[in-house]
């Protein structure tokens, strides 16, 4: 391995073995920190040795050999001893030297504690009787062995060798001014054993010492390429030399790590190189810490607890040491290359703060991260600084811990990390006494940020707490931070919560005037849950009609209960829709786009302003508040609006849009999703359908229902289903799923049409499977609602509803007054599918090449795929998932994205009858041969 930037270091032992074979000889000190190369700078010594003719003996010391007497010495000499031949080993034991060969009987091996040691390892440097002797032989035999040939005597970690072998090499380098030896010996900084005196008493003799420093970028980039064979990028070199502060061995691990995992050297995973934590080095530096003094350890503990908001002063705190002792320590860890001096102090390299992690106990790190607490607590730090090491703190916490996880809560929600905030107050829970008024409000509060991310965990925290708290208003207050839309799912235990809490502030005689709001809000919480009830429905429309059509909406209150009354108007169609946009057009005006609204009643009141009127009406608010629901990063903010604003794409006439919008609104959701009829389930569904999306609407499906959903989804389930029948040709079955559909939904009390024209697409299927006047019947009915209701696009969907399957002239002028009544309805879909049915009439859809309007033909037996042929996009594709691609080399290949992949697959499937990627081969057969 070519050694980089150690020329002059080099040049230095080349001049001292020069001096020796002239007959003076040195000792050459190496030190630096851990991993700077100071063993790679010994191993490339023997070819330096070569050069000068010398003899070369090499030793490494290591803890675990520290008691054994003249071990290094024997690591020295034994090699060339054995070796050479009696005449050699006799003349070099000759005269006083003769005492040297006590060094290679079996006795000296023993532990030096069982032999006749005089002193302590560390005061022992006056040496009488047998060992003096040996020592003066060996001197004596080193000085005829280096007479033949010079010596080079190559000692690494010498901190780590034993007492005798360190009195020998004192008692040699005194004396070597005469021999031709050249000693060489590296020592570790920072080591504590480097502090022994008969350590310092050889270095102290030393002729030179040389001390390594880091590497250079330069240097960096010539090993970037000896390990990946190639340059590497500017960005990456500057990388990998900051991340190893110029260290070798550090450098070394993070780069073969890269190789081993498959990174090249480019700029695009620098920041990869940057993280990159090699693992394998973790021993090596555990074994350097732990042999530090306890303060030592206690100041890089206390680092690793900080982390990056510990200054010095406040590691010093944590540490339970003085200025000086912290100024020490940053002194012995930079010297042992462990940590950067700055203020604060770093740790060099991430791994290093994981060596030190390794050592601590779980109870160590659980007091330190308390005694932080209260240090970054008492310092005056922000809540957020606290609240992570209270997190971190297991058990009980101080009484004021919980006052800063609150505050700590609140400002997480505030930037937009729900999630982040729902952790604090859960760990606050945890010293919170059950039953109590405190606890209780610590509940609501986790329900109140819950709401962002995990609706059933926030009305279950929500049942939970309120019946804990003191007072009617206390408990009022608490319910109305759940979002009317939200309250669907609500269980049986927060809906008597929610009816308990809202009859005691209907109470005149209990209910001062000032807390008409809460009832307000109340009400309209009380009246969404029971929106799938058909009675309710009734009176809830009544309670709107006598408000009158200047219905107050100066406050929240006023406007929530408006939005929940204008939803019951909205899906029982029992209601002049021309109303139902005045008021809704009202309300919307009153609303800002910000993830507060659209966690409000809001998602009640575009569905009511989509089936009213046209799908413009709401575009535009959409877009900004699904904008401000991905810059707050709130999930649940986001399924809800995406769900309805790929609706309205779908509805303007914005297919592709509409399914990318939709699709991430279906990320957006958990994984346990279970979302009400009113929900996001029920506008992707239909987005699905009106953008002709069958990987989105199975997707739903599976997220949705399972054999048997509650009644409340069910509607959609069937609906998807029914949807995808029709789609595949099989119309009986589609049937089936729609009537079931429609009568969930009549069982709700949900008949408008304009919600979902369920009859009008049940017509169609009859029609197609010669069931004639049923069909009439249905699409009657349809016609029937719709003019009730009055919405253009409703009453314009009937029409080419019923004139679709009218035969003959009568047919054709139904279609006529479909186009009439939607050209100024807004609904440019609408509008394309009446323009495509008078065309069909009219003999033009025999043309070759026009595109089939989305949405609507399954229901009409024009059901898409129709033939079992693959487009040459299909064929390539499922061509390469036959051979084992996955969709995402599928997409890399193709140049799209996966979802893309998906899409050309499922219609691959469909047509070639196969249930997956197994039956792609069979059913390709010899296609996949020629490709």
């Known amino acids: 391995m070519t050694l980089y930037e150690r020329g002059p270091e080099l040049y230095v032992v080349a001049d001292a073995l020069r001096a020796a074979e002239r007959g003076y000889g040195r000792l050459v000190v190496v030190s630096g920190p851990v991993g700077i190369g100071k063993s790679a700078l010994l191993d490339h010594l023997p070819a330096v040795a070569e050069e000068h003719g010398a003899r070369v003996a090499h030793a490494t010391c290591v803890p675990l050999e520290q008691d054994f007497a003249f071990g290094v010495v024997r690591q020295l000499l034994e090699p060339a001893f054995t070796a050479a031949s009696d005449e050699v080993r006799d003349r070099w034991l000759a005269g006083p030297a003769s005492s040297a060969l006590l060094l290679f009987t079996d006795d000296l091996m023993r532990p030096s504690d069982d032999l006749d040691d005089p002193g302590s390892p560390d005061d022992d440097r006056q040496v009488g009787g047998v060992w003096q002797v040996v020592l003066d032989g060996l001197v004596r035999m080193l000085g005829t062995m280096s007479a033949e040939q010079p010596l080079l005597l190559l000692v690494d970690d010498l901190q780590w060798a034993d007492t005798l072998s360190l009195r020998l090499l004192g008692h040699l380098v005194r004396r070597m001014v005469d021999l031709r030896v050249t000693v060489v010996a590296t020592v570790g900084e920072g080591d504590p054993r480097a502090n022994r005196a008969s350590v310092r008493d ?475 009829a009113a929900g996001p389930d029920a506008s992707l569904a239909l987005a699905a359908i009106e953008a002709d999306d069958v990987l989105l609407a199975e997707q739903i499906l599976d997220r949705c229902g399972g054999a048997e959903p509650r009644l409340s989804a069910s509607w959609t389930v069937h609906l998807l289903r029914g949807w995808l029948s029709a789609r595949a040709g099989d119309h009986a079955a589609a049937l089936d799923h729609l009537m079931d559909c429609g009568r969930s939904l009549d069982l709700m009390g949900w008949t408008n049409p304009a919600v979902l024209p369920w009859r009008g697409w049940a017509a169609g299927l009859l029609h197609e499977l010669g069931r004639q006047a049923e069909a009439l019947e249905l699409a009657e009915d349809e016609l029937t609602r719709a003019l009730v209701w009055g919405a253009p696009a409703t009453v314009g969907r009937a029409l080419r509803i019923k004139g679709m399957i009218t035969e003959g002239q009568a047919g054709v002028d139904l279609l006529r007054e479909a186009a009439a009544v939607l050209e100024d309805a807004g609904d440019a879909l609408e509008l394309t599918r009446v323009s495509a049915a008078l065309e069909r009439r009219s003999g033009g859809s025999s043309r070759k090449g026009r595109p089939v309007p989305v949405g609507v033909e399954p229901w009409f037996g024009a059901g898409r795929p129709t033939s079992t042929t693959l487009t040459k996009t299909e064929r390539r594709v499922a061509g390469l998932a036959a051979r084992g691609f996955t969709n995402q080399e599928i997409a890399q290949e193709f140049g799209v994205s996966s979802r893309a992949v998906e899409k050309h697959l499922t219609n691959s499937y469909r047509k070639l009858g196969v249930t997956g990627r197994s039956g792609l081969p069979a059913a390709l057969g010899d296609d996949l041969l020629e490709d």
């Not at 920041?271 to 003094?293: E, K, M, V, W």
Request: charged share 20%.
């Open 202 to 676: 050889v270095v102290r003799a030393a002729t030179h010492t040389l001390w390594l420093g880091p590497l250079s970028a330069a240097s960096v980039a010539h090993l970037v390429r000896d390990e990946f064979g190639e340059p590497g990028d500017e960005e990456f070199v500057l990388a990998c030399h900051e991340a190893a502060a110029g260290n070798p061995m550090f450098l070394k691990a993070v780069l073969t790590g890269m190789r081993q995992s498959g990174y090249p050297p480019r700029s695009e995973v620098a920041g990869t190189a940057r993280s990159l934590s090699p693992s394998h080095l973790l021993d090596r530096l555990s074994g350097r810490l732990s042999a530090q003094p306890t303060w030592i350890k206690r100041f890089a503990k206390a680092m690793v607890v900080l982390g990056h908001h510990g200054d010095a002063a406040l590691i010093t705190g944590l540490a339970e040491l003085d200025p000086v002792g912290s100024a020490e320590a940053v002194r012995l860890l930079s010297r042992l290359g462990l940590v950067v001096g700055e203020d604060p102090p770093r740790f060099v390299h991430v791994v290093v703060r994981e060596a030190v992690e390794q050592m601590m106990t779980a109870a160590e790190v659980d007091r330190l991260h308390r005694r932080a607490a209260v240090l970054l607590y008492d310092s005056g730090f922000s809540s957020e600084h606290v609240a992570a090491h209270l997190l971190a703190a297991t058990g009980k916490c101080e009484p004021w811990a919980i006052e800063v996880l609150r505050a700590s809560a609140e400002t997480a929600l505030n930037r937009g990390a729900p999630e982040v905030a729902a952790r604090y107050l859960r760990r606050a829970l945890l010293d919170s006494p059950p039953g109590t008024a405190g606890r209780a409000l610590l509940l609501v509060e986790l329900a109140t940020v819950e709401v962002e991310f995990d609706t059933q965990a926030a009305l279950r925290h929500m049942s939970q707490g309120v019946p804990f708290l003191e007072s009617s208003r206390d408990r009022a207050l608490a319910l109305v931070r759940i979002p009317p839309a939200l309250l669907a799912t609500a269980t049986q235990p927060m809906i008597d919560v929610l009816t308990q809490v809202a009859g005691e502030l209907a109470d005149p005689d209990r209910v001062p005037a000032a807390d008409r709001e809460l009832a307000l809000c109340l009400e309209a919480r009380l009246r969404f849950t029971r929106s799938r009830h058909a009675g309710h429905l009734v009176d809830a429309v009544d309670r709107l009609r006598r408000a009158g059509p200047e219905l107050p909406l100066d406050s929240r209150g006023e406007r929530e209960l408006a939005s929940v009354l204008l939803f019951a108007a909205t899906v029982t169609g029992d209601f002049p829709a021309s109303e139902a946009l005045r008021l809704g057009r009202r309300l919307l005006d009153l609303e800002p786009a910000s993830t507060r609204t659209a966690h409000a009643a809001v998602p009640l009141l575009i569905t009511a302003l989509l089936a009213a009127g046209p799908p413009e009406e709401v575009r535009g608010w959409l877009d900004l508040a699904l904008d401000w629901a991905t810059r707050m990063s709130s999930p649940s903010c986001q399924a809800t609006i995406g769900a309805k604003y790929a609706l309205v794409l779908a509805r303007v006439g914005k297919p592709a849009e509409a399914s990318v919008v939709a699709a991430s609104a279906l990320e957006a959701v958990s994984r346990d999703w279970s979302s009400p």
